[in-house]
């Protein structure tokens, strides 16, 4: 056998890579059709820009999934408000007010809940304004069951204390029996 052939010139698709480097270079051998050399830079920034992007798209979405979570809040109160049933009892009160409580304290710290997703390339704007409708939608539910409830003063009845006594109009007195 000769030097540097060994087992490979026996194989049919073997590759001699025994050529002394000195003699040729990587330089040499032509690009593959269709391949194009790029530089490292030119790489590291496309993959960079690449990387930023998945990240507002990321950021896009998990403040998209933050905005509609209100939705499973309003489901579970309005099936809990319905097992609460309309007669005013503890249970119900604290159901209503925590209804009521929920979506206003989140309504508080829209800001806080947004900030982990702030980027220049992801528009919040949409996001937040779904997130204050759904909490707005929320407190309606509260406030509903308070009016089914009969707790809001939404009747004439329910002001009667702060009206004046009424002016009398007719006066009847006693008078002379018909014998």
């Known amino acids: 056998m000769e030097k540097g052939k060994g087992v490979i010139g026996s194989r049919k698709w073997a590759v001699d890579f025994t050529v002394n480097s000195s003699t040729s270079s990587a330089r040499d051998i032509p690009d593959p059709p269709g391949f194009t050399r790029v530089s490292n830079e030119q790489d ?3 993959l960079s820009r690449q990387k930023k992007d998945a990240e507002a798209k990321w950021k896009s979405q998990k403040a998209w999934e933050v905005a509609q979570a209100p939705v499973k809040n309003l489901l579970m109160m309005g099936f809990m408000m319905w097992m609460a049933g309309n007669t005013v009892h503890l249970f119900s009160i604290g159901i209503t007010f925590s209804a009521l ?3 206003l304290s989140a309504l508080q710290t829209v800001g806080k809940v947004f900030d982990p997703y702030k980027d220049n390339k992801v528009d919040l704007v949409m996001p937040k304004l779904v997130f204050i409708a759904l909490n707005l939608g929320g407190m309606l539910l509260g406030v509903w069951k308070l009016n089914t409830l009969g707790l809001l003063p939404t009747h004439a009845s329910d002001w009667v204390s702060s009206l004046p006594p009424a002016h009398e ?3 009847s007195g006693g008078g002379i029996g018909l014998q």
């Open 44 to 46: 590291d920034l496309t």
């Open 101 to 103: 409580w929920q979506p």
């Open 169 to 171: 109009v007719e006066y």
